[in-house]
């Protein structure tokens, strides 16, 4: 008898922590998985359905220039271009980008390799809507309040910000580390106000919930 191996992302990420290098297991998770087929656990064949729910009844704009962070192979994304919103998308790992590519050869998404902590200066006060779901909680704690202040930059005037994610009921040893009230609150900021945060059962994992926050930066 053998003893269970841990999963692809649990031993890399594992790595990358105990070497300071918080970002630095992604990339080789998505390597693993395009070489010999590592389970990329958040992949899903369908967009996210709070962001499904909630984008199809927004007042987004046709033409709108939305942004999606830590895009993976592009799901949501495409979803959020299929709604006439010109749609950049963005993940630190080349091969995620690599194979939203492959996924989506048709697409009118434009797909870039980009680090959410360093986000291209073109970029600053760009976008008239950013979709973030799930990348801050899979960032440790300590760079938490970098990654916030990144994406709040990110935002034009006139501007929506839509964060989904886990909710932590108590400390976690991630990744992820989900986020408290607290934590979803932090997204404020002067000119960037909550206009509504929820707690929602999600569709697609009976009995767990997630936030679902909007947030609106003025046109002036
Ligand atoms: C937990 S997954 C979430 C994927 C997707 N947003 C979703 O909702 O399923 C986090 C994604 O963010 C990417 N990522 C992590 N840190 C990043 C950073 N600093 N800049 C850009 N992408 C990052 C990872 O490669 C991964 O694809």
Not at 36 to 43: H, I, K
Not at 74 to 94: C, N
Not at 99 to 110: E, L, W
Request: one cysteine or more.
């Amino acid at each position: 008898m053998t003893d269970a191996q841990p999963s692809a992302d649990r031993r890399l990420a594992a790595q990358a922590l105990a070497a300071n290098d918080p970002t630095g297991w992604f990339e080789p998770l998505y390597a693993e998985a395009a070489a010999c087929g590592a389970v990329v656990p958040w992949d899903r064949a369908e967009p996210n359905p709070l962001l499904v729910d909630w984008l199809t009844s927004a007042s987004i704009p046709q033409g709108a220039r939305g942004l999606v962070i830590g895009c993976g192979y592009g799901t949501d994304a495409e979803f959020v271009a299929a709604r006439g919103i010109r749609t950049t998308a963005f993940d630190i790992s080349p091969t995620a980008i690599r194979g939203a590519r492959a996924r989506f050869p048709q697409s009118p998404v434009t797909y870039k390799v980009a680090d959410l902590l360093h986000p291209p200066e073109a970029w600053l006060g760009a976008f008239d809507l950013v979709i973030e779901s799930i990348t801050v909680q899979s960032l440790p704690p300590e760079i938490r309040r970098a990654a916030v202040t990144s994406i709040q930059n990110l935002l034009a005037r006139d501007a929506t910000l839509l964060v989904i994610a886990d909710i932590a009921t108590a400390p976690a040893l991630g990744p992820p580390w989900p986020l408290t009230a607290d934590d979803i609150g932090a997204f404020t900021a002067p000119d960037l106000t909550p206009v509504r945060i929820q707690c929602l059962p999600r569709p697609d994992a009976p009995g767990r919930h997630r936030w679902r926050a909007e947030f609106h930066r003025p046109a002036s």
